[in-house]
């Protein structure tokens, strides 16, 4: 069983600033609160990953919240670089994205994402559905750090 008192650390990739704010916020409003990190597109969440350049020194996310459509490199290639890599594979990666379009849902479960979250429009739907990703992962599932007990 996952320890619901350990701290998830989430990696948001997304473009979007009031989403990310919205996402943080969700997160953040839930005992006990993520370690969140944020980057901007796709190719800085490889960066971020692979420990790259200023990342140097990231840590390894136990969660990764990715948007689909930003600029340089697409959710869609992030998804099938992380699980194509052997080193970054067993991350959990719940697409969070505006569309729900049948073709990106497809897409992302065939590229191995674990989950797929169509972003709500309105505050409180948007706070719900990130709430119930961050108590499935941090209270249910058993992430690759986790010991058992």
């Known amino acids: 069983m996952a320890n619901s008192n350990r701290v998830l650390d989430v990696l948001i990739v997304d473009d979007d600033d009031a ?5 943080e916020e969700a997160l953040l409003a839930a005992a006990p609160p ?12 490889m960066e971020y990953l692979r420990r790259l350049g200023r990342y140097a020194d990231a840590c390894r996310p136990d969660l990764i919240l990715l948007d689909l459509n930003m600029p340089r ?6 998804l099938a670089e992380v699980k194509n890599d052997d080193g970054l594979k067993s991350i959990p990666v719940v697409v969070l994205t505006t ?3 049948l073709p990106d849902i497809t897409a992302s479960y065939t590229r191995h994402a674990n989950a797929f979250v169509t972003k709500p429009m309105d505050l409180d739907g948007f706070e719900a559905a990130v709430g119930k990703i961050k108590r499935f992962y941090n209270e ?7 010991k058992d007990e």
Do not use: F
Request: avoid cysteine; charged fraction near 20%.
């Open 19 to 23: 989403d990310t704010l919205m996402i």
């Open 34 to 45: 993520p370690q969140v990190h944020r980057v901007a597109d796709g190719n800085e969440a």
């Open 73 to 78: 490199m697409s959710g869609h290639e992030v």
């Open 99 to 101: 569309s729900n379009a």
């Open 140 to 146: 249910t599932a058993v992430l690759p750090g986790d």
